[in-house]
């Protein structure tokens, strides 16, 4: 399991103790979950034997097996609020961000991160509708005069009335960039096999560009 019994109980039953994650984030998680289960031995420590999550409560890099960096991740759980950095809140992040990363079955998540299948089913179902109200917040699309402005502009450059409801034109190319030296620079080389990184753009009228994010492949 992700949660280990404590090495007191390890050592009484004769097993080797399993070293625990000390970070602020797992010891405050801990904490929290000790308070609502005082009783249950199970809420001592983490068990830094899962990778994933030594991964996640550590210090490094988190592009390859998150594809995101720990910056959009801490800013993710700021917009998430407060009851989201306790408990299982980063344990919900963390399973939701990965499984979404990697396109994987639940049963590959659950081996991953070491815990029970039904537990990955709730965690990403939660995850997926905590990160979803969130597009209200981050996402701004036009609204009233604005919105019916926009979509008479693309009416009248599609000549098509199909598109007065089009707020924007999504698009993406490849920017050719060196290989990066390491074994993560094979991550850079996309589906027409040169090293790149992807430029995606949404395009409204006037020439405008509202969203560009450039980020890893």
Not at 83 to 94: D, I, K
Request: aromatic share 6%; glycine share 8%.
């Amino acid at each position: 399991m992700a949660v280990a019994t404590t090495a007191d109980q390890q050592e009484e039953s004769g097993e080797t103790p399993i070293p625990a994650l000390e970070s602020a984030n797992a010891q405050a998680i801990l904490l929290h979950l000790e308070v609502q289960h005082p009783h249950s031995p199970n809420y001592k420590r983490l068990n830094s034997s899962v990778l994933v999550l030594k991964l996640y409560f550590g210090d490094g890099c988190l592009l390859k097996d998150f594809r995101t960096s720990r910056d959009s991740l801490e800013a993710l759980m700021r917009c998430l609020g407060p009851e989201r950095r306790l408990a299982w809140g980063h344990m919900t992040v963390s399973t939701t961000v990965y499984w979404l990363a990697h396109g994987l079955s639940y049963s590959v998540v659950s081996r991953a991160f070491q815990v029970p299948l039904s537990t990955v089913h709730r965690l990403v179902h939660q995850g997926v509708e905590d990160i979803a109200a969130l597009r209200h917040t981050v996402i701004r699309l036009p609204a009233g005069p604005e919105l019916e402005e926009v979509g008479q502009g693309f009416q009248q450059l599609a000549n098509s009335p199909a598109f007065s409801s089009c707020v924007g034109a999504i698009d993406g190319c490849h920017i050719r960039i060196k290989t990066p030296p390491g074994p993560s620079g094979q991550d850079y080389v996309n589906r027409k096999l040169f090293p790149s990184i992807q430029l995606q753009a949404v395009w409204g009228l006037q020439n405008r560009i509202s969203q560009g994010p450039l980020e890893f492949p």
